[in-house]
């Protein structure tokens, strides 16, 4: 059983940057995938980024050059700097771990980009 919690979410304006982090109740060392999603509001939840034990990552179109995800696997956590935020990168974000062919979601944590 992996526990997620994210932190970092708020209000920020146009072209701002965030930090969120993810908190894993267990050594992420054992997940085989950890990543970031989103959902706005009216939408469906949809990939942001992704990485794997072996620091592989992936990048949805809408983050390459924008967002970065790395891990730190001394304090168990995953973290997703966003820079140049627009308005459409208002969602609700979730952590998410994939271990041993389960997965496991954060409650989210709210972004907002308005001026």
């Known amino acids: 059983q992996v526990q997620l919690v994210e932190s970092g979410g708020g209000l920020v304006q146009p072209g701002g940057s965030l930090r969120l982090s993810c908190a894993a109740s267990?050594?992420?060392?054992?997940?085989?995938?950890m990543g970031w999603y989103r959902q706005a509001p009216g939408k469906q939840r949809e990939l942001v980024t992704t990485?794997?034990?072996?620091?592989?990552?992936t990048y949805a179109d809408s983050a390459k050059g924008r967002f970065t995800i790395w891990k730190d696997n001394a304090k168990n956590t995953v973290y997703l700097q966003m820079s140049s935020l627009k308005p459409e990168d208002t969602a609700v974000y979730y952590c998410?771990?994939?271990?041993?062919?389960?997965?496991?979601w954060g409650p989210g944590t709210q972004v907002t980009v308005s001026s």
């Open positions: 998410h771990a994939h271990q041993y062919g389960l997965e496991y």
């Open positions: 267990t050594s992420i060392l054992s997940i085989s995938t």
């Open positions: 990485i794997t034990r072996g620091l592989t990552t």
